[in-house]
Each structure stands twice: as structure tokens, then as C-alpha cells.
């Protein structure tokens, strides 16, 4: 099984929050309402929220990555 991470592209990015929205467990917001990414690797049902996550930025900013496991 893979895990993942996500990315953010901090140029695209406006600081729009629907990312904090739609994947809390991972995304926090600054001060400024720009995203915070906590990068611990995740899979299963955070991945689908990572996912969706991706798909609703308007900026595209977002990338979700697979990573290898730490053993
Ligand atoms: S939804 Fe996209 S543009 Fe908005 S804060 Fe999150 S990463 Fe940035």
C-alpha cells in the first residue's frame, strides 16, 4: 500500500481556505488564510479527502504525491 503527501504551489496558491476545509486533518490556515500542510505522509480514507482536496483548489495549486514507506 502507498502513502501520500501533498504539495502546494505557494505562487499559485490565493489563499482561498477551501483546501483547510476539505482536508483539516492536514491543512491549517495562517494568519493571512494561506495553507499550512502538516507533512506527515497519510493513506486510506485521507487520501480520498486529499484527493478531493486537489480537485476543488480554483488555483490548481495543489498536488497530491506518492511517497515511499518509512520502515
Ligand atoms: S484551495 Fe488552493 S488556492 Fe485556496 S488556499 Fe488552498 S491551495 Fe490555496
Same mark, same amino acid.
Given at each position: 500500500?502507498?502513502?501520500?503527501?501533498?504539495?502546494?504551489?505557494?505562487?499559485?496558491?490565493?489563499?482561498?481556505?477551501?483546501?483547510?476545509?476539505?482536508?483539516?486533518?492536514?491543512?491549517?490556515?495562517?494568519?493571512?488564510?494561506?495553507?499550512?500542510?502538516?507533512?506527515?505522509?497519510?493513506?486510506?480514507?485521507?487520501?480520498?479527502?486529499?484527493?478531493?482536496?486537489?480537485?476543488?483548489?480554483?488555483?490548481?495549486?495543489? =498536488?497530491?504525491? =506518492?511517497?515511499? =514507506?518509512?520502515?
Amino acid at each position: 500500500m502507498s502513502s501520500y503527501k501533498l504539495r502546494i504551489d505557494m505562487i499559485a496558491c490565493e489563499g482561498h481556505g477551501i483546501c483547510a476545509e476539505t482536508f483539516p486533518e492536514r491543512i491549517s490556515l495562517d494568519d493571512w488564510g494561506y495553507p499550512i500542510i502538516d507533512p506527515k505522509p497519510f493513506d486510506g480514507v485521507r487520501r480520498d479527502h486529499a484527493k478531493r482536496a486537489v480537485e476543488m483548489c480554483p488555483e490548481l495549486a495543489l =498536488r497530491l504525491e =506518492r511517497v515511499a =514507506r518509512q520502515r
